[in-house]
């Protein structure tokens, strides 16, 4: 992540009382890595949190859902609940990044696609069931920033990754190699705007260039975003009409020495007469 405005109000501070830049960039909590341990950190629990597309076998909608839960970074207990189910792994994530709550109806995957390592959040996927029905979530989650250290002043640029799959009128595809830029402007009002560019559309049989999709104006609450308006440039999709696009996102961990959230991530779900896309978002 790149600092782009926030340092210039330092020059208005002096060095009377002896305030440093530490000082000012002190934030009321302590932020744990996803990966620290009891030997690697002092904070024992960290608020988890993010969003995800949730999609269900009953029907062909999906909806975007927030998540909250939390880490225990002793035990390694991890939390997550989209508001309908809570899955509770005692032990935590194992060597290939699974939890599952023991009873089979619930399993947590972390992958990475991204082309860098990200300290603070990560892309999911997520199964259960729920009364007979089948739950299937892709989403960005993480240790959340708290809203308390969210900057009242000043605006940092993110640099990550996208990715996703879709269906259209001629068939299901996945898309990858996405690059996320977000420029995020803090204080009362404050907003992102983010950009998807670059997405590469794999049919199974060729690779084409999918183009992207950017919303503006996105609002700051608390510590997530969402709204904005949606421009999108999909090429080799069969978009039809009537597209309508939704992007909800999260702010995650702390970067001490510029002030602000270290990490940003979150989902678009993009649906529209012949096409249904979801994409997930993650940038530093």
């Keep these: ?91 935590g994530f194992d060597y290939y990044g699974y939890a599952t709550d023991g009873s089979g109806e619930a399993v947590l995957l972390v992958y990475a696609y991204a082309t860098q390592t990200y300290d603070y959040a990560s892309v999911f996927a997520e199964t259960y069931t729920v009364g007979g029905v089948n739950y299937y979530l892709t989403g960005v989650g993480g240790i959340v920033t708290q809203e308390g250290d969210m900057p009242n002043s000043g605006y940092a640029v993110y640099t990550g990754d996208a990715a996703g799959l879709g269906a259209d009128s001629l068939g299901d595809f996945d898309l990858y190699g996405g690059t996320a830029t977000a420029s995020a402007y803090f204080g009362q009002g404050g907003s992102v705007d983010l950009e998807i560019t670059d997405l590469i559309l794999d049919d199974g049989t060729d690779l084409y260039p999918a183009g992207g999709i950017a919303f503006t104006d996105m609002t700051i609450d608390g510590n997530g975003f969402s709204g904005g308006e949606m421009t999108e440039n999909f090429n080799y999709i069969v978009v039809g009409t009537g597209g309508e696009g939704t992007a909800e996102g999260t702010f995650f961990g702390w970067d001490q020495g510029n002030g602000t959230p270290d990490e940003i991530g979150g989902v678009i779900l993009f649906e529209s007469s012949d096409s249904a896309i979801y994409l997930d978002f993650i940038a530093d």
């Design 1 to 91: 992540m790149k600092l782009v405005a926030a340092a210039p109000v330092l020059f208005s501070l002096t060095a009377c009382g002896g305030t440093t830049i530490e000082d000012f960039f002190s934030v009321s909590s302590t932020y744990a890595a996803l990966n620290d341990t009891a030997g690697t950190t002092s904070t024992t629990t960290s608020t988890m949190g993010g969003v995800a597309v949730r999609v269900s076998s009953a029907s062909d909608d999906a909806d975007i859902v927030g998540m909250s839960g939390s880490l225990n970074h002793n035990t390694g207990k991890v939390v997550i609940n989209d508001g309908q189910y809570s899955l509770v792994d005692s032990d």
